[in-house]
C-alpha cells in the first residue's frame, strides 16, 4: 500500500509540475517590428515614401566597391568615372544655378 501512496504522489507531482502551457511567453514589443511611420491618411514617411527601414536595407552593401570604384594590383582604392552609374554625373555649379 505504501508504494502505491508513492506511485499515486509520484505521479501527481510529476503531472503539477509538466502542465506549463507548451508555449514560452512571448513579448509583443520584442517579437514584431513597429509598423512603417505614416501620415494621418496612410502615406508612408520618407524619402521617395520608402519607409526609413526599407531604405536601410536597400542601402550600401559590402558586397564589393561602389560603382566606378576598384583597386589597383597594391590594392588601393582608384576611381574611373566612365564606370559610375547614376548619382550626379556633373558636379552642381557653385552659383546653384546651371550655366547652360
Known sequence: MLRFA???LGGALL???GSGGG????SPSLDYAPPPPSTS??????ADRH???DKLHEGASSSG???????????EPTYDPKRQVGGAIEPAPASGSPDK
Open 6 to 8: 508513492a506511485c499515486v
Open 15 to 17: 503531472m503539477a509540475c
Open 23 to 26: 508555449s514560452a511567453l512571448r
Open 41 to 46: 491618411d496612410g502615406e508612408t514617411v520618407g
Open 51 to 53: 519607409s526609413p527601414s
Open 65 to 75: 566597391p561602389a560603382p566606378g570604384w576598384g583597386t589597383n594590383k597594391k590594392g
